[in-house]
């Protein structure tokens, strides 16, 4: 397999810093640009052929839910921590659905996660 493809949806337009430990990881990241981006991902998800999704906003969910009842993805939402999507990926989910988390380690430790699981590392 490839690269690991990362879709960020952030509710406010945001994702940068996790994007930057996506590809800290050796991950390839694509931040959905603009407000409500979280309710583009599963769209961005399939048109890029996308590994991980990773949705933010206050709830940690709409964007993910909507990924999971459009395109069928594996999701887990409402989480605050990184271990919570480590563990989420290790369920074999590929929808994580946060809060407000925009953080490095966030992107960096997913990646490695999938890697691991996948057998890519």
Do not use: H, W
């Not at 309710?39 to 933010?56: P, Q, R, T």
Request: net charge positive; with cysteine; glycine share 20%.
């Amino acid at each position: 397999m490839g690269q690991v493809i990362v879709v960020i949806g952030d509710r406010l337009g945001k994702g940068q810093k996790v994007a930057a430990g996506v590809e800290a990881a050796g991950g390839k990241a694509i931040v959905v640009p603009g407000m409500a981006a979280d309710m583009k991902l599963g769209d961005v998800m399939k048109a890029e052929g996308a590994s991980l999704g990773i949705s933010f906003c206050g709830s940690g969910g709409a964007g993910a839910i909507t990924a999971q009842n459009k395109y069928g993805y594996k999701a887990k939402y409402g989480m605050r921590s990184v271990d919570e999507g480590v563990t989420a990926i290790n369920e074999g989910c590929l929808v994580l659905g946060f809060g407000f988390m925009d953080k490095e380690e966030l992107g960096q430790r997913l990646v490695e996660a999938y890697n691991k699981k996948y057998g890519q590392a």
